[in-house]
């Protein structure tokens, strides 16, 4: 009866589970079904008077569509490697671009991705330059005149503005071969009296668009300063406080999703304030402007930022972080085991170039890596067999000095001493593989080479496996809620780990082995949602310990042995008990 009440408890607990971890997703991490038009906020003259004091104000934005807006205004083309877009001439914003090499479905006729979209759109994220002068922020509606009509890698684009009183200000753009822009901020005092001029750079979006936030990846405002990225802003912390300041040195600062970055680096050798900014209606800012200087008449001075604005591979911003930009490389969250995740998503990236398709190079990345990890596991087993081997003396000691803990400690010891085993050695295995593993699985769920590649009938690896049990595969005209979504990896990933803990001939008592046998189940409810890239590695490790089991347990009988009659000993006690 006892054990009875014991599974119902284990049973709704497990259902608890399932059901809450949907509802957090759902609660912590909502996806939108329709993206709303948002607005910026207005400049007030309150707004207006703090920007001498370092905080730009915002000019006003109305809702737009994406196309009309592209259309209509005046704008340098940009063609780049990897890079397509414009530059809006009024307000000199950067507010559109595409990234060439990465589609924004997985339909035939799908377009580039979108990631840069101008200010009032419903997708907007948009970059700016420009100048407080005297305080005052240079109108968002001054049209600017550009000295040639398409911004290249070998053609740089000058933007100038006439400000009045004999102030010029022009804005040098030039792009790399990957995703850096480079802007050249310049003031010329043509008049006759001297001008406070304070350069500035911003990064506007909403977060309707924003990818989830996850435990193991990051995804929102990111900084990094005095050469430490810190992960811990988002877009909640930064609407609760309204405005969040950096504290210290900026080497960058922007918005990140999971596959794509935003960030503005200022100039080498200075110090701006940098601060994140929420406007309302889910818009937020990251901008660093810069200490004000005095324009003495008849004098230039310059500025020179950039922008990065295109995609997370790694090897390109570790390039960028060589070059000069402090901790650039770890704009990806990499996390605790980088030393091993960097070399793993290499290997992954090798195979890949070798066999042509994804989902087999994580099956091979996943046996290299379980082959190199055997040898551990081997040792893993030697070390359970020798600890079997002396159970019975173990037990005998612990009989005999049971009213005396020190001396059985100490005889324990000297068995353990003479038949040379270590206690420890069956555990330390254990503790190495699981940072490999871990790392090997955040690999997975970072690596934007996993996106939009296909395996077998799974058209993209980043997303869930789209095969569900529930609308027959996609022959029933309808979608199953996300938690019920259960693929054909996820029910894989169930059977595999019901087996693994079925070879297993660990003595459990009853209750565990309640639990150990619903287990699977509940993790199969709980894995469905992730990317099928994820799962397939999982089911694939599931197969490979399978297997390792089956081998080591054949060249140490006596452990299997051991544990079979110890788990028939706790069974009949059970059934004595109970009886």
Not at 532 to 548: C, F, K, M
């Amino acid at each position: 009866m006892e054990n009875s009440r014991n599974f119902v408890l284990v049973l709704t607990l497990s259902l608890a589970v399932l059901i809450g971890w949907q509802w957090a997703m759902d609660y912590f991490y909502p996806q939108p079904e329709e993206v709303p038009v948002t607005a910026e906020k207005v400049d007030t003259p309150a707004e207006q008077v703090a920007a001498a004091s370092g905080e730009i104000g915002e000019g006003a934005a109305v809702a737009v569509d994406l196309d009309s807006s592209l259309s209509s205004a005046e704008r340098v083309r940009i063609d780049s490697p990897k890079v397509a877009g414009s530059i809006n001439l009024t307000g000199a914003m950067i507010d559109d671009i595409v990234l060439k090499d990465y589609a924004a479905s997985t339909d035939e006729d799908s377009g580039p991705v979108r990631i840069f979209a101008p200010r009032g759109t419903d997708i907007q994220q948009f970059a700016q330059f420009g100048y407080l002068l005297n305080g005052k922020k240079v109108s968002d509606d001054a049209l600017w005149q550009a000295d040639g009509e398409v911004l290249s890698q070998d053609r740089p684009v000058t933007l100038r503005h006439d400000a009045g009183d004999g102030v010029v200000l022009e804005h040098t753009y030039s792009i790399d071969e990957n995703y850096m822009v480079t802007v050249e901020q310049a003031i010329s005092n043509t008049g006759a009296v001297p001008v406070v001029a304070q350069p500035y750079g911003l990064v506007g979006r909403t977060s309707e668009t924003a990818s989830a936030d996850f435990i193991i990846a990051h995804s929102g405002p990111i900084v990094s300063f005095d050469e430490a990225v810190e992960y811990d802003y988002d877009y909640d912390v930064v609407e609760e406080d309204g405005k969040v300041s950096v504290p210290g040195a900026t080497d960058w600062i922007g918005f990140t999703d999971i596959y794509w970055l935003a960030a503005l680096v200022p100039q080498e050798g200075s110090a701006p304030d940098a601060t994140f900014r929420s406007l309302g209606n889910d818009v937020y800012r990251a901008d660093m402007i810069y200490d004000p200087v005095t324009v003495p008449a008849g004098r230039k001075i310059t500025t020179t930022s950039r922008l990065f604005a295109g995609a997370k591979e790694s090897a390109i911003l570790d390039a960028y972080q060589d070059a000069g930009i402090p901790q650039f490389g770890l704009a990806i969250d990499w996390g605790w085991f980088r030393w091993f995740e960097k070399p793993l998503l290499w290997l992954l990236t090798n195979i890949f170039a070798i066999v042509g398709n994804f989902g087999v190079a994580i099956i091979f990345l996943t046996v290299i890596v379980r082959g190199i990890m055997f040898p551990i596991a081997q040792k893993q087993f030697a070390s359970m067999a020798a600890m079997k081997a002396i159970q019975p003396e173990m037990k005998k000691l612990q009989e005999k000095y049971k009213d005396d803990r020190l001396k059985q400690q100490q005889e324990m010891q000297a068995l353990f001493k003479r038949e040379k085993v270590n206690p420890l050695a069956g555990c330390l295995p254990l503790l190495l593989q699981i940072p490999i593993f871990f790392a090997l699985y955040k690999v997975l769920y970072l690596a934007i080479e996993m996106r939009h590649q296909n395996f077998l009938y799974i058209k993209d690896l980043s997303a869930p496996d789209p095969a569900t049990i529930l609308n027959l595969f996609g022959l029933l005209p309808f979608t199953p809620p996300s938690f019920l979504a259960i693929g054909i990896l996820a029910v894989l990933l169930g059977v595999t780990m019901w087996l693994t803990f079925k070879l297993n001939p660990s003595a459990m008592d009853p209750v565990q082995q309640q639990v150990f046998a619903i287990m699977p189940w509940v993790l199969m409810f709980i894995m469905a949602p992730f990317a099928a890239g994820l799962l397939l590695y999982w089911v694939t490790s599931n197969i490979l310990t399978l297997a390792q089991q089956k081998y080591l347990y054949s060249k140490h009988p006596q452990l299997k042995a051991a544990a079979e009659k110890e788990k028939a000993e706790k069974a009949a006690e059970a059934a004595k008990a109970k009886g």
